[in-house]
């Protein structure tokens, strides 16, 4: 009777555990959904990445309000300028770093 009850138990912590991982998996889906990634904007020293955004949003013919980024900051190494960059360094990659956002919405 015991080993019987023990097999239920584990069969039901299994049912859990596979229902668990859909949730987790469901809700990794939903917050993707609302992550960007932009690449290529020029970078400025000293810029703020949401103001950035919002512009780069207008000229694309979207009327986006600070209060629907949750965040958004430039990833990645910060690359240097094609003049500070010597000939023993060529393997420095150029170009502006990416721009991650979170949406509220």
Request: aromatic share 0%.
């Amino acid at each position: 009777m015991e080993e019987r009850e023990h097999k239920c138990k584990s069969m039901e912590l299994e049912n859990t555990i596979a229902e668990l991982r859909i949730q987790l998996s469901e809700r990794d889906q939903d917050l993707l959904a609302i992550d960007l990634e932009i690449s290529g904007l020029p970078e400025q020293k000293g810029e703020v990445a949401i103001n950035t955004v919002i512009l780069c949003a207008r000229k694309l013919g979207l009327d986006i309000d600070h209060r629907e980024i949750v965040h958004a900051e430039r990833v990645g190494i910060l690359r240097k300028s094609i003049d500070d960059i010597n000939s023993s360094q060529e393997q420095v990659r150029l170009g502006p770093r990416r721009i991650m956002v979170r949406m509220s919405r």
